[in-house]
């Protein structure tokens, strides 16, 4: 680890080709499979390399507006949340896998504003934005599982199709008795579409926008593992156990072709829509988790595979000039060390296809 911890600046430089959005303490999550400094580790896999510039790099440390969630969570769920974390610390939630206290309600809504703000980066850049963390596909509109307290995928892209162009933002006013409000300006989606490449299915994402024409989920996942039942995606390609990466990139080749026609997005291609200045929007969860020593994904891919998958979405949204959205989703290598860097090759590769 070098002296300095500082690989990042306070506000993106607005020159830059693209972002990666740091949301420091998204991952100290308490009792977790997650690797508390995951986001920096992988920052620091690639410190030497001309992937990222320190420019590029913005810390994000806003959580969303209660505004914001109101758009995908009941508001039930949402005070259920509130009040077991703040009455019960540590409540342990059978589904949810991980125990449910105040600081991981506050690390899942930092999610959620890390991949809004990465999200709005991508989209007014115009190619796209890492958000070193989010993915969190399996969160429901009234309850939380696997992990999954809060969609922040599906939280980004409510605000962005809903509230887009200028709105009042409710700021971050927890610790804010003022009770200001302040205008943010966010731009717009017309239309976008998940290409879900953890190894489990984004069943939570399916569920979400089963009645949303504007959003295509489209899942490539092994379908031996949980989540059972799955919840039917636009587009789903369940794999067996062990798929391995021929296999692999073959569904994948054959999939996104078709789930890019069928969502629209080629027709309007990256242009903003003249009425709206509305643009579409391709958002890639790039789990690691289909690598073949990982302790939960069972997809059997090598590092080489997971790349070239990677590569294969970034180099189909540039070929029709759609920004690309990423957040990191699921990696439990055995490994910690080769878990940092099968996502840090998520960055390589983003710099190969943005810079
Ligand atoms: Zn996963």
Redesign the pocket.
Known sequence: MGESKRYWSETATLSAPWWVVLAEQEFKLQGAIFRPDKATRILECVRDERTVAPEQVVAHREPVSMQDLRRVHTASYLARLGRYAETVPAYAVAELEIPLSVANLRAAELACGGTLRAAALAITGGRGAVHLGGGFHHAFPGHGEGFCLLHDVAVALRALLEAGGRRTAERNNRNDDTGSSTTERLPQVSRALVVDL???QGNGTARIFRDEPRVYTLSLHNAEIYPHPKEPSDFDVPLPAGTGDAGYQAALEQALPRALAESRLTAEGGAATEATQARPLVVLLA?V?PYYDDR??GLALTREGLRTRTATVLRAAAQHMLPVLVVL??GYARNAETQYQLHADTLREAAAHWS
């Open positions: 953890d190894a489990h789990g988790d939960l994904g989703a699921g």
